[in-house]
């Protein structure tokens, strides 16, 4: 059974970092691109960020680009966001998500985690 | 970045009646090289990350029931559910991921009339 398990959400002081992950199991690992996206309480889905399965490709949004940084260890099936400056309205809910197609970028996303919460506040 | 909006909001349909959403992208999705429209449908119900529907536009995940289905090119889509059931009910946001930067509309809410 493929499962994508988030974990590294805490609460967190303005202008403070937090290092996400995301343990992979059940496929193929470094076959697969793997995005973040967060959905702020209440909200929508916001894309954060993506990585290609040899890290050959990053992107951001540019709500977080500069201040966020997204990377993989293959060896360990494992997705990381490592977020810097953070503010107010990076308060969100956070998952992990793997592209549906093997080796490519773009896709559909299945499955996600469950979910990691981050909370920015003093 | 590519905007994409959605319509209605939301909306409330009778059980067993035909639910429409409409994702409309700021710029065309179509990659003419391969002639794929680079768009997916999702279903998020309470306390439970989104689930994919429809990729590509058109294509139905493994084990959606075969009552959803997506449609349309270029900048319009539409998601239908033919026969709406309790279920159903849910927000459904489209995606696209044509651009390096993706992008989700802002979600329809669906619920039982």
């Known amino acids: 059974e493929v499962q994508l398990v988030e974990s590294g959400g805490g609460l967190v002081q303005p202008g403070r970092s937090l290092r996400l992950s995301c343990a992979a199991s059940g496929f193929t690992f470094d076959d697969y691109a793997m995005h973040w996206v967060r959905q702020a309480p209440g909200k929508g889905l916001e894309w954060v960020s993506g990585?290609?399965?040899?890290?050959?490709?990053?992107g951001y949004a540019d709500s977080v680009k500069g201040r966020f940084t997204i990377s993989r260890d293959n060896a360990k099936n494992s997705l990381y966001l490592q977020m810097n400056s953070l503010r107010a309205e990076d308060t969100a809910l956070y998952y992990c998500?793997?592209?549906?197609?093997?080796?490519?970028?773009?896709?559909?996303?299945?499955?996600w985690g469950q979910g990691t919460l981050v909370t920015v506040s003093s | 970045d590519i905007v994409m909006t959605q319509s209605p909001d939301s909306l409330a349909v009778s059980l067993g009646e035909r639910a429409t959403i409409n994702c409309k992208s700021s710029q065309s999705v179509l990659y003419s090289s391969n002639n794929k429209n680079y768009l997916a449908w999702y279903q998020q119900k309470p306390g439970q990350p989104p689930k994919l529907l429809i990729y590509?536009?058109?294509t139905r995940e493994s084990g959606v029931p075969d009552r959803f289905s997506g449609s349309g090119s270029g900048t319009d889509f539409t998601l239908t559910i033919s026969s709406l059931q309790a279920e159903d009910v849910a927000v459904y946001y489209c995606?696209?991921?044509?651009?390096?930067?993706?992008?989700f509309g802002p979600g329809t809410k669906v619920d039982i009339k």
């Open positions: 995606q696209q991921y044509y651009s390096t930067t993706f992008t």
């Open positions: 990585i290609s399965w040899n890290s050959g490709s990053i």
């Open positions: 998500a793997k592209v549906r197609d093997v080796l490519l970028w773009f896709g559909g996303f299945d499955p």
């Open positions: 590509w536009a058109s």
